[in-house]
């Protein structure tokens, strides 16, 4: 082995993790963006065509607690790599549908693909860098996953507007599989991987966290941050789709790049906690996206992209913190119990899509902000009164991409 081979396939293994996760986020939530133009070409209302992202939601929510423990067993790079390609496979279907009842299908089943890439990934980086690396991995792979939840948003809108949405879900077929093919080529095979004793105890383990009274505060908090971020960035679309603002479908993917802007607030969250503690930051974080939330009712466009942007920063560090507090709360079985966060999370993307849908039909856009501002409310007394007021610090963790 000559001496460049390390630092070589050290190198290879950072792209190959953030591939991963650009190419899982740029599928989940790509048709955020063009719901409106959905929603016409279907002819149905936008609760109907919302289920598009509760299907997708859904199906991760039903998946991911297993996903590692499968994968515990089988392995790291086999599953992340074949997931990948067959993720090919429902988006193909998706822009081959004809009715609106095959597209969701084919979403639910895109959806039960994406937990064993991002999940194992996460696996994969804990145990294949030394810690002091590991958290430079993780900020790739987090990276790569906000980008690509971005790219699938604006660059699906630009495909449907000149092209046809159709084109869109081909382009992002063809993403999918490239990026498949990279991570085979580019991530060496685990070194480190221990194969689990078996599925059983993964799931006895998962059972006892529901007894962690600190662990289901935070399944609660989880449930909360993406019931809010479906909320808000799905109905936005259709607000600032329609008059007066009239936004195409290439417009509204830009607005999402508020993502990118509140993701550079996150690696200071650690700095933070460790400053004020967990409820003291959380709390005045969940007050400052209320106040974002708020801002999107005032009638100027540019104060809408700010209220966006501040609560694209403050879900952004919400979530952050929670995933590390699950590291911490839970002392054994930290895999099972970081899936279970999971499946919180996403519940609460499906509730906030199907809740939501109802709400704009009752009241139209501030229906939608009066019920994300119940749910923050109730984030804000599960924070005060059922987290501990000191815990130690939290080890360096991925954490999940919020929307």
């Not at 610090?393 to 999940?400: M, Y």
Request: glycine share 10%; net charge positive; aromatic share 12%.
């Amino acid at each position: 082995m000559t001496p460049t081979a390390p630092t070589s396939s050290f190198t290879t293994r950072y792209i190959a993790v953030g591939l991963a996760g650009y190419c899982c986020f740029i599928n989940l939530y790509s048709p955020q963006a063009i719901l409106p133009l959905l929603s016409a070409e279907f002819g149905v209302g936008a609760a109907e065509i919302s289920l598009l992202m509760t299907a997708g939601t859904l199906a991760i929510a039903l998946t991911a607690p297993f996903t590692g423990s499968v994968a515990d067993v089988i392995g790291r790079k086999r599953i992340i790599v074949t997931a990948m390609l067959v993720l090919t496979i429902p988006t193909i279907m998706i822009a081959l549908s004809t009715t609106l009842t095959q597209m969701i299908v084919w979403r639910f089943i895109q959806g039960l693909v994406l937990p064993p890439i991002f999940a194992v990934t996460i696996a994969y980086i804990g145990e294949e860098w030394p810690r002091g690396e590991a958290t430079a991995a993780a900020g790739v792979y987090t990276s790569g996953a906000s980008i690509g939840g971005f790219s699938g948003r604006f660059f699906g809108g630009i495909l449907a507007d000149h092209f046809g949405w159709p084109v869109a879900f081909y382009a992002l077929a063809a993403i999918a599989f490239a990026g498949g093919i990279a991570v085979l080529l580019l991530l060496p095979r685990e070194r480190k991987f221990v194969r689990s004793e078996g599925l059983l105890i993964s799931l006895r383990q998962m059972v006892g966290h529901f007894r962690n009274g600190q662990l289901v505060a935070t399944y609660a908090v989880g449930f909360g941050v993406l019931f809010n971020f479906i909320c808000t960035f799905t109905f936005i679309s259709f607000h600032l789709a329609a008059p007066p603002y009239n936004l195409s479908a290439t417009a509204l993917g830009l607005i999402f790049i508020v993502y990118l802007v509140g993701s550079a607030a996150t690696p200071w969250s650690g700095w933070a906690v460790a400053q004020f503690g967990r409820r003291r930051f959380v709390i005045p974080v969940i007050g400052a996206w209320l106040v974002g939330i708020a801002l999107t009712l005032l009638p100027s466009l540019w104060a809408i992209l700010i209220g966006l942007a501040l609560c694209a920063a403050c879900g952004l560090v919400c979530q952050a913190v929670s995933t590390g507090y699950v590291t911490i709360t839970a002392q054994v079985g930290r895999s099972s119990a970081v899936g279970l966060y999971v499946t919180s999370f996403y519940v609460g993307g499906s509730f906030g899509a199907a809740v939501g849908g109802v709400a704009f039909i009752v009241g139209k856009w501030p229906a939608c902000v009066a019920l994300v501002a119940i749910m923050l409310a109730i984030m804000a007394a599960i924070v005060k009164f059922g987290w501990t007021p000191r815990v130690p610090p939290a080890p360096a963790t991925t954490p999940v991409e919020p929307a």
